[in-house]
């Protein structure tokens, strides 16, 4: 990243990882064409591992709530990591969130309605996308949006982990297969489509 990625663009929206780039990307362009990656915003990675880790109150999550103030139109992707309904949001990610929700101009999050970005996929899809990057890999998920679709777990002990951006890059190519969009999915792009239309007077 380089600081005018940040300062220039007209909005900004922050990612875990390449992955989660690959999938917001595709969705964005799925409902709203227009919007161009570089043009009207810029997707950038925080590293699920800087929320994941720390507490509320260290210096680097200060840091990151901060950064509204750099550029205001600013949108943050979190994993929930909810491993049922009933568990509570961590609170670092309550942290971020409800900073956000109280920065001025169009800063915002979105927190999964499942475990990880993963679950906003469609099983045969996301089966489909794993055969054809790890063929030798089985899934047994088969949409519990509380479980980690390419976990260990999942996968039928696989001893190395999934290669998560080629298996996200197969499934954006599936994605015109899709005529449901899962959980809280198709309303979560709407509302970072929106912002960023907002941020370029495109609305």
């Known amino acids: 990243m380089r600081a005018a990625d940040l300062v220039q663009s007209n909005a900004v929206v922050w990612v875990e990882g390449p992955s989660d780039r690959l999938y917001v990307k ?11 990656e570089g043009v009207h915003y810029s997707l950038l990675f925080y590293g699920g591992a800087l929320l994941r880790h720390l507490s509320p109150d260290d210096p680097a999550v200060e840091e990151f709530v ?14 929930s990591d909810r491993t049922s309904e009933e568990q509570a949001l961590g609170d670092t990610k309550v942290r971020v969130r409800d900073a956000l929700s109280d920065s001025s101009g169009l800063a915002g999050s979105w927190v999964t309605a499942g475990y990880t970005v993963e679950n906003y996929v469609p ?6 996308a794993l055969e054809e990057v790890h ?4 899934t047994g998920w088969t ?28 499934v954006v190519e599936r994605w015109q297969e899709v005529d449901e969009w ?20 495109l609305v």
């Open 135 to 138: 063929p030798q890999a089985e």
């Open 182 to 201: 899962p959980l809280d999915l198709r309303e979560r792009v709407r509302g970072l489509a929106n912002m960023i239309c907002r941020a370029n007077d």
């Open 143 to 170: 949409g519990d949006p509380y479980l980690n679709p390419l976990g260990p777990e999942q996968l039928g002990g696989r001893g190395s982990p999934a290669d998560k951006a080629s298996v996200a890059r197969a």
């Open 123 to 128: 099983p045969n899809i996301l089966r489909a």
């Open 26 to 36: 595709a969705w964005l362009a799925e409902l709203s064409p227009e919007l161009v």
């Open 66 to 79: 901060s950064l509204p103030r750099v550029n205001r139109n600013f949108w943050v992707v979190m994993d």
